[in-house]
């Protein structure tokens, strides 16, 4: 699993209100990945790190934030949590410089 | 994502028997992932292509790249039980050295019948 945790496991959360996801990895990765999960759209990139302090967008990073301020933590911030943002949130890393493994997982649902 | 289509969208095979699964891609794939998740669970990395005509093999599980990078295959030998799941493809379209972006097909649910 690259040693990759991620908290809550689950979480139910209503509208409006901000969340915050953790991803959390031991083994000293450069770059980091948020994706999230949702049935007819497969997995899609919200945000990445590629070091502390450096974060970028990706495909579907609107109402999403991210900071890393340890090399072992990114986290994910809902800042008004919104229905269409139930889903599966998973983190990944990079290993090795070209592999990337994914963490277990949050099932998130917004009432 | 469009970008990445995965065929069959769903399979059930007899166990024993031997099936494909393909990925295909209009844009050159500069890396490409194959993962495989059990229902509510994570993703288990199974392989990566990156060359064309690369093939690979673990087990009984075989992933070849083409040629023109654009089309993948993943092969089961003998199916069992165990290879129950959702396989999914995932790719690095943009050619760089750092982040892997990885765009997602939608996964072929695979279903083992005995």
């Known amino acids: 699993d690259a040693g990759i945790t991620q908290s809550p496991r689950h979480k139910v959360t209503e509208t409006g209100t901000p969340v915050t996801l953790r991803c959390h990895q031991t083994e000293n990765h450069r770059y980091m990945y948020w994706y999230r999960q949702d049935p007819g759209h497969g997995l899609r990139l919200i945000h990445y790190?590629?070091?502390?302090?450096?974060?970028d967008k990706g495909e579907v990073s609107d109402g999403y934030s991210v900071s890393r301020s340890k090399t072992e933590d990114f986290l994910l911030t809902l800042e008004s949590a919104t229905s269409s943002q139930t889903s599966v949130y998973f983190c990944a890393i990079t290993h090795n410089a070209d592999t990337q493994y994914f963490g277990p997982g949050t099932r998130l649902t917004v009432l | 994502s469009q970008e990445l289509e995965q065929s069959p969208q769903s399979l059930i095979v007899q166990e024993g028997k031997n099936l494909t699964i393909n990925c295909t891609s209009s844009k050159t794939l500069y890396g490409l992932y194959w993962y495989k998740q059990k229902y509510g669970e994570g993703l288990i990395f199974l392989m990566m292509l990156q060359k064309g005509g690369e093939e690979k093999s673990h087990e009984k599980i075989t992933a070849k790249l083409d040629e023109k990078k654009q089309q993948s295959s993943l092969h089961i030998t003998a199916s069992q039980p165990s290879h129950a799941g959702i396989y999914l493809c995932g790719a690095d379209i943009e050619k760089n050295q750092g982040a892997q972006k990885l765009v997602f097909g939608q996964g072929t649910r695979l279903t083992i019948n005995p």
């Open positions: 790190s590629y070091g502390v302090k450096d974060t």
